[in-house]
């Protein structure tokens, strides 16, 4: 009994604790494009320049399947086949960023969706290819940071 009660009360700890933290982090992938231009490093030095703390870091190579499924809110835009094939033509490097005000900060540090359209300094403007091989993905909400950081990470993944 006594042992039941103690893990209900840590669950309830780790609820709470997790629901105060959301709004202080967000969900970043390195696309294949950069990952495969050796660009990986200098994003991820500009990324903790910028005071963002890695809280959890993985090499991943996603299937066809993975990629539909993380882009399913884009499944009726013309580009969707070919977000999907450039998603999982190549290794990603995903993490779970840690700052206040993450998610907005982090869409300020990489600019625009089109690289041609974002400002000096940013990450897509330094280091994407095209509107489609954009460098770098960003959470674009509290709320999908979380989905999208549980997409890629366990609990025990995190740090
Ligand atoms: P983001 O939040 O800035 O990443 O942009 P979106 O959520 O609107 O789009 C998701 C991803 O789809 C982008 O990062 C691009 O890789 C790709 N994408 C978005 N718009 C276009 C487009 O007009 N053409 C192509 N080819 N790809 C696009």
């Given at each position: 009994?006594?042992?039941?009660?103690?893990?209900?009360?840590?669950?309830?700890?780790?609820?709470?604790?997790?629901?105060?933290?959301?709004?202080?982090?967000?969900?970043?992938?390195?696309?294949?494009?950069?990952?495969?231009?050796?660009?990986?490093?200098?994003?991820?030095?500009?990324?903790?320049?910028?005071?963002?703390?890695?809280?959890?870091?993985?090499?991943?190579?996603?299937?066809?399947?993975?990629?539909?499924?993380?882009?399913?809110?884009?499944?009726?835009?013309?580009?969707f086949n070919g977000?999907?094939?450039?998603?999982?033509?190549?290794?990603?490097?995903?993490?779970?960023?840690?700052?206040?005000?993450?998610?907005?900060?982090?869409?300020?540090?990489?600019?625009?969706?089109?690289?041609?359209?974002?400002?000096?300094?940013?990450?897509?403007?330094?280091?994407?290819?095209?509107?489609?091989?954009?460098?770098?993905?960003?959470?674009?909400?509290?709320?999908?940071?979380?989905?999208?950081?549980?997409?890629?990470?366990?609990?025990?993944?995190?740090?």
């Amino acid at each position: 009994m006594l042992v039941l009660f103690l893990n209900l009360k840590l669950i309830f700890v780790a609820t709470t604790i997790s629901h105060i933290m959301s709004g202080n982090t967000t969900f970043t992938m390195i696309k294949p494009d950069a990952f495969e231009a050796g660009k990986t490093g200098m994003i991820l030095q500009k990324i903790i320049e910028n005071g963002f703390r890695i809280k959890a870091l993985r090499l991943s190579h996603l299937h066809k399947e993975d990629a539909e499924a993380f882009y399913a809110v884009h499944k009726e835009r013309p580009f969707f086949n070919g977000l999907v094939k450039f998603m999982s033509s190549g290794p990603i490097v995903a993490a779970i960023l840690e700052k206040e005000n993450a998610v907005d900060d982090f869409r300020k540090l990489i600019g625009s969706t089109n690289p041609a359209e974002a400002a000096e300094g940013t990450i897509r403007k330094l280091f994407a290819e095209s509107i489609e091989r954009n460098a770098v993905h960003g959470s674009d909400s509290d709320e999908n940071a979380q989905i999208e950081s549980n997409f890629f990470f366990s609990q025990f993944d995190r740090h």
